[in-house]
């Protein structure tokens, strides 16, 4: 894909007033820290909330804010050597979508564990959203979601294998038995990745290549981009997408998703699953009720009782910040 100048800051629809900005880029920084400090510094200024994540191997983002703050910060990346050409996926929130700023220092910007994997040096081939249907239908492709297990249950493409990952981390030994045990009659001409920006898939189709692997292709903008731009009637698409705010999913067109999200394990939620017994806001649900015991549950209902105490304050408590 070939990086062009950022694309301007939409206008926000009058019932929408703040505006997602989603990210990344893979650059080598000579000095994380001082890239971290300037971000950190640049949106506060500009009143920007979300999570940016700095490392060697480049920046990958989601924030929140008005539009002028958004335009704050493209004009801060746009004055920088090294995210000039950055490409955000921008979507649409009544209400913020994160509750604190948060710029991070990490090793990887997405954690696969692979240190000799670099994906300025070699990734898949990018396949356009108006292009992907006619690739994941044909016969000879195997179509690989590398998303978490939890992020594929409310949503995926049609066809797709679920590695069934706790964890990005996971995917390189999965691929590698998965693709080992497949029948020699069974091997695809061509493999096809997704997630949910495109991120992942940079490191998981460089891996491949690193592997051997050729005909390896992977969703450009990842799903993000694809249910912005594709019609729900001609959508391969099923389901919603999570994303990592408090949003929790989004649908075609990007717009605010039906579920919820378990805040003592993450778990998206629907309001079915609410109902349920098991249920009990910010300490339990269906899936985390086994998980943890008394003293968690009661530590999880402080911790709400305070988050309530704070709003009622006016004040953001940080327990709530959104983890990426």
């Known amino acids: ?86 490409q955000p996926k921008y979507s649409f929130a009544k209400e913020p979508a994160f509750y604190r700023m948060k710029v991070r220092l990490k090793r990887e910007v997405v954690t696969m564990g692979q240190p000799d994997i670099d994906p300025k040096n070699s990734v898949g081939t990018y396949v356009s959203a108006k292009d992907w249907n006619a690739l994941i239908s044909a016969s000879d492709t195997l179509v690989i979601d590398t998303r978490n297990r939890y992020e594929v249950a409310i949503g995926t493409f049609e066809n797709a294998v679920d590695p069934e990952t706790a964890s990005f981390r996971d995917f390189p030994a999965w691929i590698e038995t998965y693709m080992a045990d497949l029948p020699e009659k069974k091997r ?18 460089s891996y491949l290549r690193s592997r051997g692997y050729e005909n390896v292709f992977h969703l450009e903008g990842g799903i993000l981009k694809y249910l912005e731009t594709m019609p729900a009637e001609d959508s391969a698409w099923r389901g919603e997408c999570f994303v990592f705010d408090q949003r929790v999913s989004v649908k075609h067109g990007l717009a605010p998703g039906a579920y919820d999200q378990c805040h003592a394990c993450r778990t998206p939620l629907t309001l079915a699953d609410k109902q349920r017994a098991s249920f009990e806001h910010g300490v339990s649900c269906l899936h985390c009720i086994d998980a943890h015991d008394d003293d968690d549950r009661a530590r999880f209902r402080e911790r709400q009782k305070q988050i309530r105490l704070s709003k009622e304050r006016g004040q953001t408590h940080i327990g709530k910040a959104a983890r990426r």
């Open 188 to 205: 695809p001409k061509n493999i096809a990745m997704f997630c949910t920006g495109g991120i992942r898939c940079e490191k998981a189709t």
């Open 1 to 86: 894909m070939t990086q062009t100048s950022s694309p301007p800051v939409p206008e926000t629809p009058s019932e929408k007033g703040v505006i997602v900005a989603a990210f990344y880029k893979f650059i080598h920084l000579s000095d994380p820290v001082a890239v971290q400090h300037d971000l950190q510094k640049a949106c506060e200024s500009a009143g920007i909330l979300g999570t940016i994540l700095i490392a060697h191997e480049g920046i990958n983002g989601t924030v929140c804010a008005l539009r002028e703050g958004i335009c704050a910060l493209m004009a801060h990346f746009a004055d920088s050597p090294y995210f000039f050409d950055i």
